[in-house]
C-alpha cells in the first residue's frame, strides 16, 4: 500500500481531466504538483469519437489519434506530454473511497493519495435496463457505450456476428450515432424508442421526420412510442430476441443501449451539496458538464 500526495488531483479522466490539464500546464503547474487520477488504462481522449469512428470498417479512428485536445481544435496530448509537463498520470486505478474532511482519495488496491485542491471530473456513467428490473437484461451481447474498453467490447460483437441483426434502444444521440455505425457495418438495424420523435428534448417533429426519414431510406427499421420490457437468450446467454411493451418481438444478435446517464457523484454522498443530480459548487447552483463530463471544484 502507497500513499502519495499533490498539490493537485484531477478524479477522473475523460474530457474534461484533459482539457483542465492543459489550463494547469498553461497557469505555469509545476513538476510533481498536479496528478490524473483515472480507472481506465489510457489517457484522457475525446468520447465523441466512440460513437463514430471507432466503429467504422474502413478509416478506422484508433488512439493515439483522438486523444484530447484535438476536438477543440488543440493540441493532441499524448502520454508523453503529461510526464514533459511533470504530470502524474495515474491510470488504471479506481478510486473507493474519498474523505473530503482529510483530503483523502484511497482507491481500491488500498493505496492513498493526499491533495490540496480537488478538481472532481468523474464524470456520468449509463443508465442501465438492469436498473429498472427489465427481464433478461444482464444477457451477453447487450452493450452500452460509455469508455473505451466498452467499444471494443462492440467493434468484437460486430465481427462476430457479421450481418447480424441489431436492436438500439433509445432515440438520442447515442441511438442514432450507433444505429448508424452498425448500418455502415452492414448490420441489421432497428431502433426502438418510447418518445413520438427521436431527440424529442432538441427536434421539432419536423425536424425529426427528415432524419427519420433519411434514416430509413438508409435501412434502419424505426419502432416509435413503446420500450423494451425483456430479452430472450440462448444456452449460453447470448441475447436472441428483444421484448417490446406494444407485444413484438424482435430478433436481435446484438442490443446496444442508450437511455441516458447520471453524474458519478456517489463517492461524494454526505459531504457535498447537491441539486437536480449534481454538486453545487460554491455560491453557484452548477453542475456543469464538458461534453458529457461532470466537472467541479
Not at 436492436?167 to 450515432?177: A, F, K, P
Request: glycine fraction near 12%; aromatic fraction near 10%; charged fraction near 25%.
Amino acid at each position: 500500500m502507497a500513499e502519495k500526495s499533490f498539490k493537485y488531483v484531477i478524479l477522473g479522466g475523460g474530457v474534461a481531466a484533459g482539457y483542465a490539464a492543459r489550463e494547469f500546464a498553461k497557469q505555469g503547474v509545476q513538476p510533481d504538483e498536479l496528478a490524473i487520477i483515472s480507472k481506465e488504462a489510457v489517457a484522457p481522449y475525446e468520447r465523441p469519437a466512440l460513437s463514430k469512428a471507432y466503429l467504422f470498417p474502413e478509416g478506422t479512428a484508433r488512439l493515439p489519434g483522438f486523444h484530447v485536445c484535438v476536438g477543440g481544435g488543440g493540441e493532441r496530448l499524448l502520454p508523453e506530454w503529461y510526464t514533459e509537463k511533470g504530470i502524474s498520470l495515474i491510470l488504471s486505478t479506481e478510486i473507493t473511497k474519498a474523505d473530503l474532511a482529510s483530503k483523502t482519495l484511497h482507491s481500491a488496491t488500498g493505496d492513498i493519495f493526499k491533495y490540496q485542491t480537488l478538481v472532481i471530473a468523474t464524470g456520468s456513467t449509463v443508465l442501465r435496463l438492469t436498473d429498472f428490473g427489465v427481464q433478461g437484461a444482464e444477457a451477453k451481447n447487450i452493450f452500452y457505450l460509455r469508455e473505451i474498453d466498452d467499444a471494443d467490447k462492440l467493434v468484437e460483437a460486430i465481427k462476430e456476428k457479421k450481418n447480424g441483426k441489431a436492436v438500439v434502444v433509445g432515440g438520442g444521440y447515442i441511438g442514432l450515432e450507433l444505429s448508424a455505425a452498425l448500418r455502415i457495418n452492414n448490420i441489421d438495424v432497428t431502433m426502438v424508442y418510447p418518445e413520438p420523435w427521436c431527440m424529442p428534448r432538441l427536434f421539432t417533429a419536423g425536424i425529426a421526420a427528415f432524419y427519420e426519414d433519411y434514416y430509413a431510406n438508409k435501412g434502419v427499421n424505426i419502432i416509435k412510442g413503446t420500450v423494451a420490457v425483456g430479452f430472450g437468450t440462448n444456452e449460453i446467454g447470448e441475447v436472441t430476441d428483444v421484448k417490446l411493451k406494444d407485444g413484438r418481438v424482435l430478433d436481435a444478435d446484438i442490443v446496444v443501449v442508450g437511455v441516458g446517464g447520471k453524474p458519478l457523484t456517489s463517492l461524494f454522498k454526505g459531504q457535498v451539496e447537491e441539486e437536480k443530480g449534481g454538486i453545487k459548487v460554491r455560491s453557484f447552483k452548477l453542475s456543469f458538464y464538458h461534453k458529457g463530463t461532470l466537472l467541479s471544484c
